[in-house]
């Protein structure tokens, strides 16, 4: 039988898969949202290796000659297994190959809370950032079918519309302009280089849920629901973004008249829809500095704008609660305690 996919590449003239990467490349420089950080001439691909990033490292770099733009590769060595380091300056030698102006490996050191992937994750961004620096552009190599597994996996999570929608195109410094392209794309776009990616054993490892919904979930879906599944979570994300983006703008408009230095004025809060309501709180707390909040936090605190007296406050992390008096929501911290004292 043939392999996923494969139908699709023996149809494509040669260099049509490459075509479309830089077709999608071009597209995303296009917006306005790019046009300052292409004028600050600083930009980069992260390049792990995989076929995504080594079709986006060619795209980016062919574009960038056409447009007068220098395009580095940033290739992330995480330190994690014995021959990272090969691993890594080998990404970098294919990127430079593929016609980048320069590629630079970027070692890191992963540490703390949630797990290896996680603080792999928090210490690859956090090294790229630094790197390209302010006013940057960083590209990443997601793909369509990335983005249909994220909206999977939040789906499962139980999360909230701002988490269905999935990655942004654009959220500067980082740009993905493949949100659009299948991963099939960008394999055949290496094979018609004739670059070989590197295979990240990760990506087959069944004990990722990430893994088991690529190659699990995801085949199940299409054949049940005859085909296109990808394209239609990845068009879910992109409608659910856009609402969400109207809902936060409705939500900045109410927050500017609700907040009364450190306090929300409940009264402003009158007749708002529960769902920008609940914006409008977790504008106000992040603003505060009061992270980690979950929806149930958010839905505990909005019960207090429906209440009147009588009530005892709503704790949230960090020692932060927020109680009630009369008409305004106030914002208390508790000292944090030294052990022992
Ligand atoms: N070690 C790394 N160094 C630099 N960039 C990275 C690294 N790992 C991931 N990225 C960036 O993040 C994107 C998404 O990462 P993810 O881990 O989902 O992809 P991957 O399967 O490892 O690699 P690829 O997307 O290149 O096939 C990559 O396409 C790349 O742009």
Do not use: I
């Not at 490459?18 to 296009?30: I, S």
């Not at 980016?60 to 056409?66: D, I, L, N, S």
């Not at 109207?246 to 809060?269: F, I, N, Q, Y």
């Not at 009158?270 to 603003?287: I, Y």
């Amino acid at each position: 039988m043939a392999a996923p996919g494969a139908v699709e590449r023996l149809s494509r003239r040669p260099l049509d898969a490459v075509l479309e990467v830089r077709r999608a490349v071009r597209t995303l420089l296009a917006d306005s949202a790019c046009a300052a950080p292409l004028r600050s001439g600083r930009v980069y691909v992260a390049v792990s290796g995989g076929a995504d990033s080594l079709a986006l490292a060619e795209a980016a770099a062919h574009v960038g000659r056409r447009r007068d733009l220098t395009v580095g590769a940033l290739v992330v060595d995480h330190g994690l297994q014995p021959g990272s380091a090969e691993v890594a300056a080998r990404a970098a030698e294919r990127a430079r190959n593929l016609g980048v102006a320069t590629a630079t490996v970027l070692p890191v050191a992963v540490s703390g809370p949630g797990g290896p992937e996680a603080a792999a994750r928090r210490a690859r961004y956090a090294a790229l950032r630094d790197h390209a620096g302010p006013g940057s552009l960083v590209l990443l190599g997601h793909t369509r079918d990335d983005q249909a597994e994220t909206v999977l996996l939040g789906l499962g999570r139980g999360s909230g519309s701002r988490s269905l929608a999935g990655m942004r195109p654009l959220d500067p410094p980082w740009a993905r302009p493949l949100l659009d392209v299948p991963r099939s794309v960008t394999s055949a776009a290496c094979v018609e280089l004739g670059v070989s990616p590197w295979d990240d054993p990760h990506n087959a490892d069944p004990r990722f849920r990430r893994v088991r919904v690529r190659h699990e979930v995801l085949p199940l879906l299409e054949d049940v629901l005859a085909g296109g599944v990808s394209a239609a979570l990845a068009r879910t994300a992109r409608q659910l973004r856009e609402d969400c983006d109207a809902l936060d703008a409705v939500a900045a408009d109410v927050a500017r008249r609700a907040e009364v230095g450190r306090d929300l004025s409940v009264a402003a809060l009158a007749g708002v829809p529960p769902a920008v309501r609940r914006r409008v709180l977790r504008t106000w707390l992040l603003g505060a500095g009061v992270g980690d909040l979950s929806d149930a936090h958010l839905r505990s605190v909005d019960a207090l704008v429906g209440r009147w007296r009588g009530q005892g406050g709503v704790f949230l992390p960090g020692g932060a609660e927020v109680s009630r008096a009369h008409d305004k929501l106030t914002l208390n911290r508790r000292q944090p305690t030294t052990r022992g004292s």
